[in-house]
C-alpha cells in the first residue's frame, strides 16, 4: 500500500519502543521474518489500523489505504484497475494483502518494493493513488488531537517534531504483518479436521497433479502452500509479443531494467481467490472461469514464457473442479475478523 524515502532518515533509522507483540499462527505455519528495528508492539499495530483506515493520507480526504484493500474482498477491491483520488485510474489491479508479513521477495505486482515499511510509502505520493505530500501528511499527523499521542505510545518519541513518514510506515507495515489467513476449509482437512467433497478432491488432484487418471492442472508448481504462491514472477502467456520490447506494461522488467523480465509479474497467492475477482495484474478475467480457461488454452507465446504454460486439455467437470478446490481456500474468519477492520 503505501515512494520511496524522501529525506535522510530511512525506517530502519527510526528508534522504536521494545514490546513486542506475538503473532497468533497456526501449527502449519512457520513465524515470519521480521524486521529487527521494528519489533510488533500492540501500539504499533493499532496505531497502524488506524492510519490504514484513515483518509487523512489523502490529499482530499478521500481515499485509505482501505480505499483499495476492502477486508470483506481479502483486502482487495472489486475493480479491474484500482481507482485513487479524483476517480484516477491506477495502472493495475489492487493485490490481496493476506500474509502480507511472509513477502519476502518484493513487493507490488513488479516487486519494487522490498519491504512493507518500504511499500508503505508510496501510494500516499502516488498522483493515481492518494495524491498526497509526506511533508503535508506530516504536518496534518502532527496537528490532529490524537496521533501525536498514538505515535509516542507507539514509539517514545519525545515531541510531534519527531512524528515522520518513516515510523508512520512501521506502524502500518505492523498492522499489515497480523494480516494472517491460514483457516480455511483447505487448511482444516490438512489438519485431520473434515473432508473434501468428491468435486473438490477431484480439483485437488488436478491442481497438484497427484493423479494419474486426471489430467494435470501445472497449478501447484506456482501456487505453492501454505501461502499458495511461490513468490516469483513470471510470464503465464497473458499478451502475445514478437521481442520482449513490446509488451506494454514490463512488469518486473520495468522494476529491475533486465529485457527478460519485461512481461512477468509476481505469482499472487490464491488464499481467498473466490473473493478477489478480478484476476490478473490489469483485472482482464471476470471470473475464475475465464482464467482456468486461458490456462487450459495454454496462453499466448512470446520469448519468456513459462514452460508450464501449455495446453492442458481440462473437460468441463475438471474445470468445475479445479473451481470448487479453490473455494476451499476461502478463510471467513479472516475476512469477517473484526481485529482487522475499521476502528473508528
Same mark, same amino acid.
Given at each position: ?9 530511512? =525506517? ?32 504499533? /499495530? ?8 484513515? =483518509? ?91 496521533? =501525536? ?7 517514545? /518519541? ?150 508450464? /504454460? ?27 475478523? =473484526? ?6
Amino acid at each position: 500500500m503505501l515512494a520511496l524515502f524522501g529525506c535522510s532518515a530511512g =525506517p530502519e533509522q527510526i528508534p522504536t519502543v521494545k514490546a513486542p507483540f506475538a503473532l497468533a499462527l497456526p501449527a502449519h505455519f512457520s513465524p515470519p521474518n521480521l524486521p529487527e528495528d521494528s519489533p510488533m508492539t500492540a501500539a504499533g /499495530i493499532e496505531l497502524g489500523r488506524r492510519l490504514f483506515y484513515d =483518509p487523512i493520507l489523502s490529499a482530499d480526504s478521500s481515499m485509505a489505504c482501505a480505499s483499495c484493500h476492502l477486508p470483506e474482498r481479502a483486502f482487495t477491491d472489486g475493480r479491474s484497475l484500482a481507482v485513487g483520488i479524483k476517480q484516477r485510474q491506477g495502472r493495475r489491479n489492487a493485490l490481496s494483502l493476506a500474509n502480507a508479513a511472509y513477502q519476502y521477495k518484493g513487493l507490488f505486482w513488479d516487486g519494487r518494493s522490498a519491504s512493507l515499511e518500504e511499500q508503505a510509502l508510496i501510494p500516499v505520493e502516488d498522483p493515481n493513488e492518494m495524491g498526497h505530500d509526506w511533508k503535508a501528511v506530516e504536518e496534518a499527523l502532527r496537528r490532529h488531537p490524537a496521533y =501525536p499521542a498514538w505515535f509516542i505510545e507507539a514509539f517514545g /518519541i519525545a515531541d510531534t517534531s519527531e512524528l515522520t513518514r518513516q515510523l508512520a510506515a512501521k506502524a502500518l507495515a505492523q498492522f499489515e504483518r497480523t494480516l494472517i489467513s491460514a483457516d480455511s476449509k483447505y487448511d482444516r482437512v490438512m489438519q485431520g479436521d473434515g473432508a473434501f467433497t468428491e468435486l473438490e478432491e477431484r480439483g485437488r488432484q488436478i491442481f497438484f497433479d497427484t493423479s494419474e487418471e486426471l489430467p494435470q492442472g501445472e497449478c501447484g508448481h506456482c501456487h505453492t502452500p501454505p501461502l499458495f504462491t511461490d513468490q516469483t514472477y513470471m510470464n503465464n502467456g497473458l499478451d502475445e509479443a514478437p521481442e520482449l520490447a513490446s509488451f506494454h506494461d514490463k512488469g518486473r522488467g520495468e522494476a529491475t531494467g533486465q529485457y527478460y523480465d519485461n512481461g512477468r509479474f509476481r505469482v499472487p497467492s490464491l488464499r481467498n481467490v473466490s473473493l478477489t475477482a478480478p484476476y490478473m495484474h490489469d483485472g482482464r478475467f471476470a471470473t475464475l472461469e475465464e482464467v482456468i480457461e486461458h490456462y487450459n488454452q495454454g496462453g499466448h507465446p512470446s520469448e519468456n514464457v513459462d514452460p508450464k /504454460i501449455r495446453k492442458l486439455h481440462l473437460a468441463d467437470i475438471d474445470k468445475q473442479a479445479l473451481i470448487a478446490f479453490l473455494g476451499t481456500l476461502t478463510d471467513s474468519s479472516f475476512v469477517n475478523n =473484526p481485529e482487522l477492520d475499521d476502528p473508528f
